[in-house]
């Protein structure tokens, strides 16, 4: 069974602005606490792969578009699933 991979970051919320990611950086715990650590409150992850194809054969929009994330919730919620870094 195939493990799917943690979102990519696209873009990170810095001084009131959307700047672009590193270069294929992937949300996961260790990456969110360094990104906290750093002064960063969220991030924006890219569509899942295969979403505009998805959308072309169903016609649906739901969960074919990049979603923010806060950096907080998101360290919240991988505790409480056990997710340790």
């Not at 650590?37 to 969220?42: L, Q």
């Not at 998805?54 to 929009?61: A, D, E, F, K, V």
């Amino acid at each position: 069974m195939s493990r799917s991979r943690p979102p990519r970051i696209a873009e990170i919320y810095v001084d009131a602005h959307w700047r672009p990611a590193p270069a294929d950086r992937r949300l996961d715990r260790e990456t969110a606490l360094v990104l906290r650590a750093e002064g960063i409150t969220m991030v924006r992850v890219a569509p899942p792969a295969g979403a505009a194809l998805w959308r072309y054969l169903t016609g649906r929009q739901s969960a074919t578009t990049g979603r923010d994330i806060s950096i907080s919730r998101y360290l919240t919620s991988a505790g409480e699933r056990g997710e340790h870094g």
